[in-house]
């Protein structure tokens, strides 16, 4: 399932999605890991392969500003004879939600569509780019799934920032997040208590990732 249709199919990663819960990741899904062509260790090649160990059915690479791990892992997986591991495009693009700076996430877009080219250079946007609402619209031109990556680890609660960004057009919250880095991973209970009661409120969907940037997919560092 490493083609470029199923990699932006939006209509399965939706069902997905609406069905994610606590105990989704990090041993079923996955939608938030870092390789080396951003800040992570790991080389695209061996997350994929070791996707397959752990035996995840869906993920996404989320490097920042940057889909070339993405292309490695889907050619990788176009050489496998793996069926049971489907792979989306993912990113994370850092962006200005009055007031602080925050991690937009996007799922399942077409990486060739112009308005991405400023979010794909291996560096955080600048200037009007770098405003969510810019980042956020580019997104969603290019098909994408949008989200807000862990909403409780800003300087401003996600009882502010979760409204602002609805306001702006976000599609869900990554609402299975690690805070703490605990071993084993597992989704930190009051802030996912939170984000899941304010996301429901505004019909958001929910998301799980490790954010892993170490070598194992099964914690974040």
Not at 106 to 118: C, M, N, R
Not at 126 to 145: F, K, P, Q, S, T
Not at 191 to 202: A, H, I, W
Request: aromatic share 8%.
């Amino acid at each position: 399932m490493g083609n470029q249709h199923s990699a932006q199919n939006t209509t399965l990663l939706r069902q997905v999605f609406t069905n994610i819960q606590a105990d989704s990741c990090p041993k079923h899904y996955n939608f938030h890991m870092h390789t080396n062509h951003s800040d992570g260790k790991l080389r695209p090649e061996d997350l994929m392969a070791q996707a397959v160990e752990i035996g995840l059915k869906g993920i996404a690479i989320t490097d920042h500003h940057s889909v070339d791990g993405y292309y490695r892992a889907a050619k990788w997986l176009e050489t496998q004879e793996i069926e049971s591991l489907h792979l989306w495009t993912g990113i994370e693009i850092t962006a200005y939600l009055p007031p602080v700076d925050v991690h937009i996430l996007g799922y399942g877009f077409d990486p060739l569509e112009p308005s991405l080219a400023p979010y794909l250079t291996g560096r955080e946007p600048r200037g009007v780019d770098a405003r969510a609402e810019r980042a956020i619209n580019a997104l969603h031109a290019a098909g994408a799934i949008v989200v807000l990556a862990h909403p409780a680890r800003y300087r401003r609660s996600p009882e502010e920032l979760i409204p602002t960004a609805v306001a702006l057009g976000i599609d869900g919250v990554e609402t299975y997040y690690a805070y703490n880095n605990p071993n084993p991973w597992i989704p930190s209970f009051e802030q996912t208590e939170t984000v899941k009661r304010l996301g429901n409120s505004y019909n958001l969907l929910h998301t799980c990732g490790t954010d892993t940037h170490g070598l194992n997919l099964l914690q974040r560092l």
